[in-house]
């Protein structure tokens, strides 16, 4: 099975910048796309951003495209997401999860790591 760990979340100011980690191990994991999701209290988990497996090709949902890169080094079995231009919206729970195809559709992903929390003050 696949395990993710996620870190880099805290606290920022309005228009900052912030980035994320997660990586990614256990067998079989170099077959699987890694996303971003998050969560807000109350709200429901948003896709943020997919990167493909083989390709590299990247998946960006509306609200973060243009703000947030995802990338990954494969050498060191990681993800990243930097976030740029950070507002109070983009308050949340940020996991990673891995996926057989890539897309931000929550209910494609097949292993989901604990998530990291990041605030972004007004």
């Known amino acids: 099975q696949v395990q993710l760990v996620e870190s880099g979340g805290g606290l920022v100011q309005t228009g900052g910048s912030l980035g994320l980690s997660c990586v990614v191990s256990g067998s079989g994991s170099e077959y699987y796309s890694i996303a971003w999701f998050r969560q807000a209290p109350g709200k429901e988990r948003e896709g943020v951003a997919c990167?493909?497996?083989?390709?590299?090709?990247?998946i960006y949902g509306d609200s973060v495209r243009g703000r947030f890169t995802i990338s990954r080094d494969n050498a060191k079995n990681t993800v990243y997401l930097q976030m740029d231009n950070l507002t109070p919206e983009d308050t949340a729970v940020y996991s990673c999860?891995?996926?057989?195809?890539?897309?931000?559709?929550?209910?494609?992903?097949?292993?989901w790591g604990k998530g990291t929390r990041v605030t972004v003050s007004s």
């Open positions: 990167i493909d497996s083989r390709s590299g090709r990247t």
């Open positions: 999860a891995a996926t057989i195809i890539p897309t931000i559709l929550n209910s494609s992903m097949v292993y």
